[in-house]
């Protein structure tokens, strides 16, 4: 067990949708990151936050959007759904914004049909 | 900018074969290197990590060494089980400023046969 916990862990959802993915980071971790991981693409890195803060920006769609929270989860907004979006969303959390040892959580298995 | 390379799998062993897994990297700077496995059906593991050259990460039999000259870290295990069959990340941390991200390689299956 990482210490990062990610809910829900499987959903389904329609094409044209939204749904929000949540993370806790492990207990003391003030970054948190989002990747992506889909057959295609791979793993891809979407964004990172240190203490609430937006730290970087990778591959991350306009229809996607983030935030850390002062209690320091943070949720991943995914919005218009398109079946491309089918993935597996991990979040990760470190201690520092140096990406030292990042902690994966389990993942949220999305399926847009 | 970064990037990892790793061999193309799938890798097929018999238990107690001796592993490789190639890795080389391009960063700027001096990064951190990491292997990640992911076991079927389940998230991200890290499983050992280098935070500067010449350094060997270990854990559970795997070991790596970060060779800043050929710029690789080739993961290896004297002798695997069929329980190591997973798949294997090989990744890196670059600090730009005040963020950080990993870059992963593609992946390598490791099936492991009795």
């Known amino acids: 067990d990482s210490g990062v916990t990610q809910t829900p862990k499987h959903l389904i959802t329609a094409t044209g949708q939204r749904v929000t993915l949540r993370c806790s980071p492990r207990?003391?971790?003030?970054?948190v990151y989002w990747y992506q991981q889909s057959l295609d693409q791979g793993l891809q890195f979407l964004i990172q936050?240190?203490?609430?803060?937006?730290?970087a920006k990778g591959n991350i769609l306009e229809r996607f959007s983030a935030q850390q929270f002062p209690d320091l989860h943070s949720e991943l907004n995914l919005s218009s759904l398109e079946l491309g979006d089918s993935a597996l969303y991990f979040c990760a959390s470190s201690k520092g914004f140096d990406g030292n040892t990042i902690y994966f959580g389990e993942g949220s298995w999305l399926t847009v049909v | 900018g970064n990037s990892v390379t790793q061999m193309e799998g799938p890798v097929t062993l018999s238990e107690e074969a001796f592993l490789t897994i190639n890795c080389t990297y391009t960063?700027?700077?001096?990064?951190?290197l990491f292997w990640y496995v992911q076991y079927p059906g389940e998230g991200l593991q890290l499983l050992l990590k280098?935070?500067?050259?010449?350094d060997k990460g270990s854990n559970k039999g795997f070991e790596a060494t970060y060779r800043k000259e050929t710029t690789s870290f080739h993961l290896e295990k004297g002798s695997v089980q069929v329980s190591d069959s997973a798949v294997y990340f090989c990744a890196l941390s670059a600090r730009t400023g005040t963020a950080s991200k990993l870059t992963f390689g593609t992946g390598t299956r490791l099936q492991v046969t009795l």
């Open positions: 207990s003391g971790d003030l970054s």
């Open positions: 960063a700027t700077g001096y990064p951190s």
């Open positions: 936050y240190y203490n609430g803060e937006e730290r």
């Open positions: 280098a935070t500067k050259a010449d």
